[in-house]
């Protein structure tokens, strides 16, 4: 196994549960700021922090060969 190709075969193997997540946070974010008003700063902020978040947690999951099937 590629080391680089770690985040995309994790992000593959937990696909549906990637993009559920990925909602939610969406949401979370959407709900607990006014994004309409946030600085390109702060927007650049929580772009890093849900990206890295989503990254963890799903290269946590790869780790330990857990794959979630939610179907």
Known sequence: MHPELCLLEATNRNGLTYFLLANLLTG????????????????LQVLVIYMFVLSLVFAGLH???????IW
Do not use: W, Y
């Open 28 to 43: 979370l974010v959407n709900i607990s700021m006014e994004t309409i008003f946030v600085g390109p700063i702060r927007a």
């Open 63 to 69: 780790v330990k060969n857990v794959t979630l099937r």
